[in-house]
Structure formats: structure tokens, C-alpha cells
């Protein structure tokens, strides 16, 4: 597309960046980004759930987030959160692969987290992020 960073990353919307990411719905960045669902992102982030963020992130459990999210494990969210592993939440947040959090968070990928964040392309972070189209990031 040859989209200035600056002006829009929105994986192929050409909405201005610091309006909106969202994968592709147009919704504010500011307001939401919970990969389809349009609910205010300081709201809630669960991906398909709809549940608020500051209340309870447990992917289906309904308990408070401070005290816990495991995926459906009820193990303290400052102990464990990786989707139903038992692996320390410090240590690991990739909901299913046991990836370290401080190493790598691509949603499935194993790619570093500081090298690469594109959703599914495995394409370095530094040299783009267009969720879609390949476009260096510091060129265009």
C-alpha cells in the first residue's frame, strides 16, 4: 500500500494508526482492541468474550481477574495464567504453548516476542507490522 507508519496500521484499512488497530474493524485504538468484538479496550480484552478486562479474565470463569486467570484452571492469577498449564504467570502467557512471556507472545507463533509481532506472518517487528502485507515497517 505504501502507507506511512505514522499515518495508518490497521492491517489494510488505511486508518491513521493512532486512531485505530484493530486487525481490521475501524474501531478506535484507543477505544478498543480485542481482535473483533468492538468492546472498549480499557473494558475488556478476552478476545471472544466480552467479559469487562478489570473484572475477570479467566476465558469462561467469571472470576475476578486480581484473583485469577488460568483459562479454567481457579489457580491465583498471580501464580498461574497460561490457559491451563499450571505454569507461573511471570513465567509464561501464550494461553496454550507454555512459551515463556518474557520470550515470545505472537498468540501461536513461538516467535520472540521482541523480534516479531504480526499475528500470524513471522515477520520481524523492527522491519514491519502490517498484519498482511509484508511492507518494511521503518520504510513504508
Given at each position: 500500500?505504501?502507507?506511512?507508519?505514522?499515518?495508518?496500521?490497521?492491517?489494510?484499512?488505511?486508518?491513521?494508526?493512532?486512531?485505530?488497530?484493530?486487525?481490521?474493524?475501524?474501531?478506535?485504538?484507543?477505544?478498543?482492541?480485542?481482535?473483533g468484538m468492538g468492546i472498549p479496550f480499557?473494558?475488556?480484552?478476552?478476545?471472544?468474550?466480552?467479559?469487562?478486562?478489570?473484572?475477570?479474565?479467566?476465558?469462561?470463569?467469571?472470576?475476578?481477574?486480581?484473583?485469577?486467570?488460568?483459562?479454567?484452571?481457579?489457580?491465583?492469577?498471580?501464580?498461574?495464567?497460561?490457559?491451563?498449564?499450571?505454569?507461573?504467570?511471570?513465567?509464561?502467557?501464550?494461553?496454550?504453548?507454555?512459551?515463556?512471556?518474557?520470550?515470545?507472545?505472537?498468540?501461536?507463533?513461538?516467535?520472540?516476542?521482541?523480534?516479531?509481532?504480526?499475528?500470524?506472518?513471522?515477520?520481524?517487528?523492527?522491519?514491519?507490522?502490517?498484519g498482511e502485507m509484508g511492507i518494511p515497517?521503518?520504510?513504508?
Amino acid at each position: 500500500m505504501g502507507i506511512l507508519f505514522d499515518d495508518v496500521w490497521d492491517g489494510g484499512m488505511g486508518i491513521p494508526f493512532d486512531d485505530v488497530w484493530d486487525g481490521g474493524m475501524g474501531i478506535p485504538f484507543d477505544d478498543v482492541w480485542d481482535g473483533g468484538m468492538g468492546i472498549p479496550f480499557d473494558d475488556v480484552w478476552d478476545g471472544e468474550m466480552g467479559i469487562l478486562f478489570d473484572d475477570v479474565w479467566d476465558g469462561g470463569m467469571g472470576i475476578p481477574f486480581d484473583d485469577v486467570w488460568d483459562g479454567g484452571m481457579g489457580i491465583p492469577f498471580d501464580d498461574v495464567w497460561d490457559g491451563g498449564m499450571g505454569i507461573p504467570f511471570d513465567d509464561v502467557w501464550d494461553g496454550e504453548m507454555g512459551i515463556l512471556f518474557d520470550d515470545v507472545w505472537d498468540g501461536g507463533m513461538g516467535i520472540p516476542f521482541d523480534d516479531v509481532w504480526d499475528g500470524g506472518m513471522g515477520i520481524p517487528f523492527d522491519d514491519v507490522w502490517d498484519g498482511e502485507m509484508g511492507i518494511p515497517f521503518d520504510d513504508v
